[in-house]
């Protein structure tokens, strides 16, 4: 089939090789000039099972929310998985998280990608409470099979040395089988695996929102041509935040908000002060991470456009966490990166993965948080199902049509 992958985030790229390794004919559209510069530009990096949740418990919601924002987060409330729920809602995301490690570690390996990477990862519990509050979830990641190592304070501190004595720890949990790498730098050298492939890669093209008289004729405007009809058997839509407008003609309804992230990346001053692992603060839900030279802080959800300073304040609780478990390890004082991105967020945190109502739209959006850990087996997932074969993991709970 000729199938049309909109979006050229993480998503998109691993779809579209995904789909060309089962021989179809493969074209990605991508308003911007190069792969992986919207959500996928400098995520946390964490890309194992033990990170990955459905939806955050907490966003920060400004000043301005729009009509549909307000319209989600009541929704939200209403289905957001809570309790033992919330625990079932993991365990799905579980299955999908493990393969999906499985599949990038066997790409990494197939196609001789190297990325820069960080074994382990450490959660930091500042308080009884934060411990208390994780339990449950290291229970569910333990019952999974994921190896999840209480760590008491003291040899928290003796493992990472580097850590900051001065501010109050109460325990920790290793986790030695997650990881963290540059999603970007994957995003890169996979897209150079699927160009050989023949996948076809076309940048700073816009696709305006889907017709309902034939949604797989997309139209493609670019800095040079006008509005161009491009017509195709399918379409898989990989454009995260951007997924409403685009689908909306079609009376598809996605119930995804977009939720923003920050992250801060610097020049590691000096790599024995920096972590031996990915650290993640349960506390503030940010994550601490060495991608190659340098060091990048990430996290943050706010919902709302309305108020001006929210982002700034996001990108000051990373400075003040840095500060607190790594003073000194990066070069804040120099050329620090900043960055804001959005994070394609549904009800229930869980993706939506699948065939859309519509013949020929498939759907591979709403991966919030986890959209790196989850990118190769979301997929995979999707080449199954176009190939109608049952994937190896239950789909059912992300069906887009569990809503409707
Ligand atoms: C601060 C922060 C930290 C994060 N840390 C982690 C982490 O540690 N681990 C993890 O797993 N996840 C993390 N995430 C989440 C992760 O970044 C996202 O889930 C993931 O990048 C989503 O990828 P995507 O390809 O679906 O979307 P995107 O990367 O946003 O790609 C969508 C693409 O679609 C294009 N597009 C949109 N509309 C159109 C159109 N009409 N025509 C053409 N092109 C279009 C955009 O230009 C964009 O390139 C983090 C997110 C943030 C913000």
Redesign the pocket.
Known sequence: MKIAV???????VCTAHALATDGHEVVV????SSV?????FA?????GPG?VEPGTHTISTGLGLSRHELGWLWQRRKQQPKGLERMVALKRLLSLATWSRERQRDLMQRHNITIEQQDGLMLLFRSAQDAALSQPRLDTLRAHGVSVQPVTAALARKLELAMNNDTPLHSAAYLPGDSAGN?RQFAVALKGMATTMGVRFELA???APLQRRAPTCLTVTTPTTPPTPALHDAVVI?????ATP?LEPLGLKVPVAKVR???ISAQVREPLNTPHSAVWDATHRV?ITRIGHRLRV???AELGTGDAHAGCRGVQTLYRVLHDWFPGAAKIDQSVQIWH????TTLDGLPMLGPSHVPGVWLN?G????????ANGCAEVLADLVAGRTPPVDVAPFSPGRWS
């Open positions: 909109i979006g050229a985030g993480i998503t998109g559209y991508d308003r911007r992986a510069e919207g959500a996928s995520t946390g990096g964490l890309c990170y999603c093209s816009d696709v990989c454009n995260g935040a951007a685009l992230g920050h992250a994550s990430a996290g943050g991105g959005e994070q394609a959006i991966h919030g948080s986890n959209g790196w850990a989850l």
